[in-house]
Every structure is written in C-alpha cells, then in structure tokens.
C-alpha cells in the first residue's frame, strides 16, 4: 500500500491539488496521452492497486464470486468485502455506469492484470495462456 505523509494538509489545498489533478487527467486527448500521464503520475505499485480496484468493482458487478475474485486477484477478503458494501451502498455508481456505457470486456481486463498485459503468463498454467494469447 502507498505510504500517505502523516502531515495532514488544509481541506482548502486538499481540494485544490484534487481538482488540479482532475483538469490534468480531462485533458488528456486520447488513451496514449492518459497512459503517459499516468506513468508519469503513478508508481507501479499505486497503478496495480488502481487496477485491482477497478477490477474488483467490475468483477463484483458481474456477480463473480468473492472468493474467486480473491484468488484471481490475490486481494484480502476484506478488500473485496468491503468494496461489495460500497457497491451495495452506491459508492461506485459512476465507475458502473461508464462501465457499462463502455461495454468494458471484464475478462479481457482480468487477463491484462493476471498477464501484466500480455509480458507474464499467467499463474493458471500453459493451457490457459495459449488459449488467450491469439
């Protein structure tokens, strides 16, 4: 998990850097700009969580199991638990509906986490790698 500094800032600048870093991700033009800011952004640690993230909340959407989401992801039952309430509560309702506006293809996501898009196979075997590697 990313460390955050122990020194809390203003809710004023807190809400400034915040909108400064939304302006900067709108303008991005096309996806290869998004990805370049975000790898500009982003360590690879906290680009990993972001993607499990998202991916637990698509995942959860489509009514996989928790505990298959957990052994897919190699997240905590807790994560996934408390990700579900949040879903249940409304929490993620923009990230669903632009989801589904998308059509976003939940299995080739998973894939593209599980391979680290396409570099790593997967750790469910030959097999399955050749199968999704066309």
């Known amino acids: 998990m990313p460390h955050i500094s122990s020194k809390k800032l203003s809710p004023k ?3 400034k850097l915040f909108s400064k870093l939304i302006t900067v991700l709108g303008k991005a033009q096309n996806q290869q700009s998004l990805s370049l800011i975000t790898n500009e952004l982003f360590t690879s640690t906290e680009k990993i969580m972001l993607a499990k993230r998202l991916a637990i909340i698509l995942l959860l959407a489509k009514n996989i199991p928790q505990h ?16 579900s309430l949040g879903i249940e509560i409304g929490k993620y309702n923009t990230i669903l509906k632009i989801s589904k506006k998308e059509k976003l293809d939940i299995e080739k996501l998973v894939w593209n986490i599980l391979t680290v898009g396409g570099i790593m196979p997967p750790k469910v075997g030959r ?8």
Do not use: C, D, F
Request: charged share 25%; proline share 4%.
């Open 68 to 83: 298959r989401i957990v052994e897919t992801l190699n997240v905590s039952p807790s994560t996934v638990a408390k990700t």
């Open 127 to 134: 097999k399955y790698w050749k199968k999704y590697s066309k």
């Open 13 to 15: 600048l807190t809400g």
